[in-house]
């Protein structure tokens, strides 16, 4: 039994309302390829709260290389970490950490993106994929 209307987890992703830069709308749809908005909120809003909420990493003090490390290996940045390892190319792990850094609630207000309307062609090429 479920609450009508309401979205599984990950079909809806929360982002602040303003124009993403290029880089960042390819984090977008690193994003979303990835499935992070299954485990991961912004403003409550989204995932199953598995991961850490992503509502205003600037103002926590997180600059774009924290997540990079992150992604690539949690255990080696937090042993407690239960996010999975993510070998992404060099290129998409630091346009998802834009992505991931850039919404700024307390500048913008939310915008609620379906999974289904969001960019399928701003993301890196495959690994080894000349472009």
Known sequence: MGFSG????GEIIPVARHTLGPQEGMGLSVYVDREC?????SRGRGGHRTGPDLSNMTRKGRKAAHPVGYFRFPQAVDSSS??????????ARTALAAFVVSPDFSRYDMNILQRDQTPKDAGPPE???PR
């Open 82 to 91: 239960i996010m999975p390892q993510y070998d992404l190319p060099e290129e």
């Open 37 to 41: 908005a299954c485990c991961h909120r």
């Open 6 to 9: 309401a979205k599984p987890y």
């Open 127 to 129: 690994e080894g994929t």
